[in-house]
Each structure stands twice: as structure tokens, then as C-alpha cells.
């Protein structure tokens, strides 16, 4: 018997599912394709690195309650949480490319459902970058130099200390919007809340711009229908200041995980 099986024999209604592929094969998890009674879904099994990187499966399990409720997001089938181990509907659709994020047209719908999304009652835990900073750079995989490490944490404390000059309400955040986790379908979806917790709204907006490297015009479209207006000189500080932030995280994610390019 495959471990595969296993996992479906401990979820209940799912031992006769089939898994049809492997959908993806992440740093912190695996997820499959499942059939079953003419019905598609989506098995996740956590790494090891999920642990490592301070997941928090309860806190998501809440934030995809909420969105699910609010119509952002199946309702999840089964989750248990001790065994890292979730199944939720599958979504039909394909996941934005670069290409995407070139078009002002969709800039402007991602926009859209980011105010939406940001919109939502906050609910789960608060997102602590700085203390994600400091576990991401703790010891695993040696990929950069302990001082270019250094250099990062003093960069991201000296950046969470300035964060002080904008102040701002805290939202529900997804925290992971890169162009694989926005989904075309029957409408425009996100997609691996994992990371989604309560924090600063221009967080979302800065990895959308920073991680895609988009350039001004770009981040000028988004802005302006996230806002419904143009960015104010303050707003505009502050974007930039958070794009600095999601870099310097970034990078130390990327040490953690021993993966220079990821």
C-alpha cells in the first residue's frame, strides 16, 4: 500500500478516492489531485519544512473559514491539523503568469479583490514579519553569509521601527501574492492562504509589486483601483517602505529554505 493511500484511508469518505496527479511539490508541502463520486478535489500533506518555518495551520484553518463564508474560497473538507493534512474542493482555472501581471486591465481586477479581501472582518492571528525574519534566519541551510544575514535582520528591525510613521488599521491579509496563487476561473480567486494572517494592508499590495518586480506605471495602476483614487505622497512612502520590508524577508526566506533563487 502507497503512503499516499494510507493518508486517504485516515480521511474519512476518501478511501476510495484516486488520486489523478501531483499538482505541486513546494518547500513546505505536497498537494494531489483527487477524484471522487465525479467530484474533484485537492489533498495538501505538509514537509517538514512547514514546521520550520513557523506555519501556523490553526490560524489558517480560521482565516479559510472566514473567507469561505464571505465567498472567497471553498469551505475546507477535512483538515487535521496534527498531521499536516487538509482537503478542500478543487478550483478549475489556471494561475496567473507574468503575463498577468503585465496587463493593466487584470492590475486592476487584482486590485479589486484586494480591497475586497482587505475589506473582510480581521480574524486570526497578527502577522510578525520581524519575528518571522528572525526564525527564517536561525540555522538550516547555509546558503549566504552569516553577515549578509546580519546585515538583513538589522536592515528589517531598522525598516519595523520606521514602520511607526504609518499608522493604519490592520486587515485580513493573504501575505503570499505571487502570480501563482491568483487564480482566473469563473471569477479571479487567490488561492494557499497558509501565510494569510492580520497585518498591514500595503504588505499584500508590496509583494504583488516587489516580488514581480512591476515597475512605477504598474504599481500606479494597482494603486489607483485598490485606493479608487490616486496614492497619496504618505501612501506612496509607505509602499515603498514595505517593498523594502517583503525584500529583506525574501532573501532570509530564501536562506532558510537553501534556495538562492526561489
Same mark, same amino acid.
Given at each position: 500500500?502507497?503512503?499516499?493511500?494510507?493518508? @486517504?484511508?485516515?480521511?474519512?469518505?476518501?478511501?476510495?478516492?484516486?488520486?489523478?496527479?501531483?499538482?505541486?511539490?513546494?518547500?513546505?508541502?505536497?498537494?494531489?489531485? @483527487?477524484?471522487?463520486?465525479?467530484?474533484?478535489?485537492?489533498?495538501?500533506?505538509?514537509?517538514?519544512?512547514?514546521?520550520?518555518?513557523? @506555519?501556523?495551520?490553526?490560524?489558517?484553518?480560521?482565516?479559510?473559514?472566514?473567507?469561505?463564508?464571505?465567498?472567497?474560497?471553498?469551505?475546507?473538507?477535512?483538515?487535521?491539523?496534527?498531521?499536516?493534512?487538509?482537503?478542500?474542493?478543487?478550483?478549475?482555472?489556471?494561475?496567473?503568469?507574468?503575463?498577468?501581471?503585465?496587463?493593466?486591465?487584470?492590475?486592476?481586477?487584482?486590485?479589486?479583490?484586494?480591497?475586497?479581501?482587505?475589506?473582510?472582518?480581521?480574524?486570526?492571528?497578527?502577522?510578525?514579519?520581524?519575528?518571522?525574519?528572525?526564525?527564517?534566519?536561525?540555522?538550516?541551510?547555509?546558503?549566504?553569509?552569516?553577515?549578509?544575514?546580519?546585515?538583513?535582520?538589522?536592515?528589517?528591525?531598522?525598516?519595523?521601527?520606521?514602520?511607526?510613521?504609518?499608522?493604519?488599521?490592520?486587515? @485580513?491579509?493573504?501575505?503570499?501574492?505571487?502570480?501563482?496563487?491568483?487564480?482566473?476561473?469563473?471569477?479571479?480567486?487567490?488561492?494557499?492562504?497558509?501565510?494569510?494572517?492580520?497585518?498591514?494592508?500595503?504588505?499584500?499590495?508590496?509583494?504583488?509589486?516587489?516580488?514581480?518586480?512591476?515597475?512605477?506605471?504598474?504599481?500606479?495602476?494597482?494603486?489607483?483601483?485598490?485606493?479608487?483614487?490616486?496614492?497619496?505622497?504618505?501612501?506612496?512612502?509607505?509602499?515603498?517602505?514595505?517593498?523594502?520590508?517583503?525584500?529583506?524577508?525574501?532573501?532570509?526566506?530564501?536562506?532558510?529554505?537553501?534556495?538562492?533563487?526561489?
Amino acid at each position: 500500500m502507497s503512503n499516499l493511500q494510507r493518508v @486517504l484511508d485516515r480521511i474519512p469518505g476518501f478511501s476510495g478516492a484516486t488520486v489523478e496527479q501531483q499538482l505541486s511539490d513546494g518547500p513546505t508541502n505536497a498537494s494531489y489531485l @483527487l477524484a471522487r463520486a465525479g467530484q474533484l478535489f485537492v489533498l495538501r500533506i505538509d514537509k517538514k519544512a512547514a514546521r520550520e518555518l513557523g @506555519l501556523d495551520r490553526l490560524n489558517e484553518q480560521r482565516v479559510y473559514q472566514a473567507v469561505s463564508v464571505a465567498g472567497m474560497a471553498p469551505a475546507m473538507v477535512y483538515s487535521n491539523l496534527s498531521e499536516g493534512i487538509v482537503v478542500r474542493p478543487y478550483l478549475p482555472g489556471r494561475s496567473w503568469t507574468a503575463d498577468d501581471l503585465a496587463s493593466f486591465a487584470q492590475l486592476q481586477r487584482l486590485g479589486c479583490l484586494l480591497r475586497r479581501l482587505h475589506g473582510l472582518p480581521p480574524v486570526g492571528t497578527a502577522f510578525d514579519p520581524l519575528g518571522a525574519a528572525r526564525r527564517y534566519a536561525g540555522p538550516m541551510a547555509d546558503t549566504q553569509p552569516a553577515s549578509h544575514v546580519e546585515d538583513l535582520l538589522r536592515r528589517m528591525e531598522q525598516l519595523a521601527h520606521d514602520s511607526k510613521k504609518f499608522p493604519g488599521p490592520a486587515v @485580513l491579509c493573504h501575505n503570499d501574492l505571487v502570480c501563482q496563487n491568483v487564480l482566473e476561473g469563473e471569477s479571479l480567486a487567490l488561492i494557499d492562504w497558509e501565510y494569510a494572517a492580520i497585518g498591514d494592508p500595503f504588505f499584500d499590495l508590496a509583494v504583488v509589486l516587489q516580488h514581480h518586480q512591476l515597475d512605477d506605471s504598474a504599481a500606479d495602476v494597482l494603486l489607483r483601483s485598490y485606493f479608487e483614487r490616486e496614492a497619496t505622497a504618505d501612501e506612496l512612502s509607505h509602499l515603498a517602505q514595505q517593498r523594502d520590508f517583503y525584500q529583506c524577508l525574501l532573501e532570509l526566506w530564501r536562506h532558510k529554505l537553501g534556495n538562492g533563487n526561489g
